[in-house]
């Protein structure tokens, strides 16, 4: 019985590793840099620190994310108040809020990319 165990415990922490490994690779660019800057030059992202969802929606553009205009609504919560930002992620897009993780095809499509 003991023996079955430590087989299911190294199991699982081999599964554990490859998974944390599988996600940090995070580097590539998921987003082909045209279209990331395309929908950086049309939108706006509104982020905070600490925001989960916030992580998510960056990480889909993996390397690509450098072209988007993001504002962390930690460090400029002034703006964001102006802005009447009520949660994060979020993407204004011609005068449009969209709250929450928006797909990269949802984002194609509102910002015309």
């Avoid at 190294?10 to 590539?28: D, F, H, T, W």
């Avoid at 082909?32 to 992202?45: F, K, R, T, W």
Wanted: hydrophobic share 35%; proline share 3%; net charge negative.
């Amino acid at each position: 019985m003991k023996k079955n165990t430590l087989i299911t415990l190294i199991i699982i922490a081999a599964v554990v590793v490859l998974g944390l490994v599988l996600s940090s690779r995070g580097g590539e660019a998921k987003v082909p840099e045209e279209i990331a800057q395309c929908i950086g030059e049309n939108s706006v992202l509104y982020v905070q620190l600490g925001c989960p969802h916030c992580k998510t929606q960056e990480d889909m553009f993996g390397s690509s994310k450098k072209y988007l205009e993001t504002i962390d609504c930690f460090y400029e919560r002034a703006e964001c108040q102006e802005k009447e930002i009520k949660a994060t992620p979020t993407w204004l897009i011609d005068e449009e809020y969209y709250e929450g993780v928006q797909t990269i095809e949802r984002l194609q499509e509102l910002t015309g990319c």
